[in-house]
């Protein structure tokens, strides 16, 4: 078994840092074999990554993105597949990973890449699709919540919770439940208050809008919400 990396920015060449693999770089195509074939570029690459991908190699494509990829992977016969949330931070391209602790993966290589993480350095669990779900949502809120309200008030994060708490969780009430339905999950009490508690021990960071249709965008296809169209108006979206 040979494990494939796509991509070589700071995420990919991290993993690669963990053990062999086959690094394969922009405009290349994914070899036949097997093993699992890590994406580690960005979410509007992924189209061109699945075109360079043999069909026999497809269900061997692990994704670390952030954001809502569910209607992509289902739309492309890829809802099967292996997802991992990754909490580690690499500052530059080579630089040390540093653990930040929660990292999870669920579906067929999940295994395989707990272990990958495990020689670099980085606790990972692999869990059920039904909890992956579950931290999925929470991060994307925690993205989706925190990168409009920095940008539309000016702040930072901890400045967010500090200040216009009151938004966070009106913002956080209301994208929770859009997406609740959507995936016809139920999170655990406390999400607003958890994404506070995870943005405390990052204050100093600004948040942004970005990667709208897999973010911020998926939200406003699925509902217009008040709270959150009066911020994006205030960012002319």
Not at 111 to 127: E, F, N, T, W, Y
Not at 157 to 167: F, I, L, S
Request: aromatic share 6%; net charge neutral; proline share 4%.
């Amino acid at each position: 078994m040979t494990e494939t990396i796509v991509g070589v920015g700071r995420i990919g060449r991290a993993l690669a840092e963990m053990g062999p693999a086959a690094l394969v770089r922009r405009g290349e195509a994914v070899p036949d074999g097997e093993g699992p074939v890590y994406v580690c570029t960005r979410n509007d690459d992924l189209d061109v990554v699945l075109r360079q991908t043999p069909r026999s190699r497809r269900g061997d494509l692990v994704f670390v993105q952030n954001g809502m990829l569910r209607p992509w992977l289902e739309r492309h016969g890829l809802a099967d597949n292996t997802q991992a949330l990754l909490y580690f931070a690499v500052s530059t391209r080579g630089a040390t990973p540093v653990d930040g602790g929660g990292t999870v993966a669920w579906g067929p290589w999940a295994d395989a890449l707990v272990a990958r993480l495990a020689r670099g350095g980085i606790a990972a669990q692999a869990v059920d699709r039904e909890t992956f779900d579950r931290q999925m949502v929470e991060k994307l809120l925690w993205n989706c919540v925190f990168g409009l309200i920095c940008q539309a008030r000016g702040v930072t994060v901890g400045q967010a919770v500090d200040d216009h708490r009151a938004e966070v969780d009106a913002l956080t009430a209301e994208l929770a439940g859009v997406a609740e339905e959507a995936l016809e999950l139920t999170l655990a009490p406390g999400v607003s208050e958890r994404l506070c508690a995870y943005s405390r021990t990052i204050a100093d960071y600004t948040g942004a809008v970005k990667e709208w249709r897999w973010r911020n965008g998926w939200f406003r296809g699925r509902a217009r919400t008040p709270v959150h169209e009066g911020l994006l108006a205030m960012i002319s979206i």
